[in-house]
């Protein structure tokens, strides 16, 4: 049961599908909205420019009747006058075209929004199967489809009719009119009539936009299979990232191991824990820890130390709360200023001794390092903390 709700599609689309989808030019569309808008900016656009578009033909036509004996016996100059009455009539005409032209074209995108996508154009010769065809004349889609028709067929119909009765008196007395205001007339009433159907029409697309909606979102939902291999894809391959932890946490050793010759002390537990000090008496306003690590790492930093004649020093319980409570390239606490002070006054002693002879200095003991920076003194034995801490992406 665990597996067959799996693969039921139960989850909303994704981003990432959602992305997909429109990659592949596929985006919630209306055609019944789409239709609507460009009749309906068709009929507006007539209502406006009508008296414009009305004069310009009634010109053409007086110029198109009109004929000198020169163009009856010259068939270049009534060709020449046919063109020019042709050029003018879509000089005239060329802004209702226009405005027509850009509601056609922007009106799918009022859902779904502008897509340029070279694969919706792409040939898919799946679509020639003749079975694959007869299923979708039967399929979901199609009943819709047919059931909008059908209403859009009615619903015109009996606005037609509804505009056709209320205006049957009127209808019947152009005959009696002057030409002139006849023409007038029958213009008025077929914008009407044409403006009710498209009005009607709307009904039909406000019905259609929020199904299309609900389908498109219906037909990109995912299993939670689908789910969660599309996670795992975003988030990566888990034993690849581990690897690429791994290969970090490496450059990171070895980009700290090239510190180590730089410090002035390495402070160890002596074998669990070694951190590496450095000061620089015009740089930092305190010592900063260049190098740590634990077990194999402390192993590795007292080896580089001992190549390079770094001084060692065995404080555990101060290269334990270093080791804890301090960042790589980052300050000592306040609280441990005082012990490695002394530490680094003993450093700077030995070394002294070593150039010019003398009294040789002490090996500090008794560090003053608070319990509480000790992770030994809050932690069962054994424990040793790991360079995951300091590694750490």
Known sequence: MAEDSDLEKTEQASPKRLETAREDGDVPRSRELATVTVLFAAGL?????????????????????????????????????VSDI?????????????VILVVAIASPALIGGWVMSGKALAPQFNRLNPAKGLGNMFSK???????KSIAKALLVSTVAYMVVSSEMEP?????TFPIATGVSQTGQLLLTGFLSVVGALVIIAAIDVPFQLYQYANKLKMTKEEVRKEAKESDGNPEIKARVRQLQREMARRRMMSE???????????????????YQEHGNRAPVVIAKGADATALKIREIAKEHNI???EAPKLARAIYAHTELNAEIPETLYTA?????????????????????????KALPVPDEL?????LPAPYTLTDEEVFAS
Not at 86 to 98: K, M, R, V, W
């Open 311 to 313: 001084v060692t020093l």
């Open 45 to 81: 656009s007539f209502w406006m420019m009508g008296g414009h578009l009305n004069s310009a033909l009634k010109t053409s036509m007086q110029q198109g009747l009109s004929f000198n004996r020169a163009e009856v016996y010259d068939p270049a100059k009534l060709f020449m006058k």
């Open 260 to 278: 180590v010759p730089k410090a002035d002390v390495v402070i160890t537990n002596p074998t669990h824990y070694a951190v590496a000090i450095q």
């Open 374 to 378: 000790d992770p030994h003194s809050l």
């Open 340 to 364: 490695v002070a002394e530490v680094l006054a003993y450093v700077f002693q030995l070394r002294t001794f070593n150039k010019e002879g003398g009294f040789r200095p002490d090996v500090p």
């Open 141 to 147: 889609n199609s009943v819709v489809e047919l059931v």
């Open 86 to 98: 042709i050029l003018n009539l879509l000089i005239d005409f060329a802004p209702f075209a226009l």
């Open 171 to 175: 209808m019947l007395l152009l005959s």
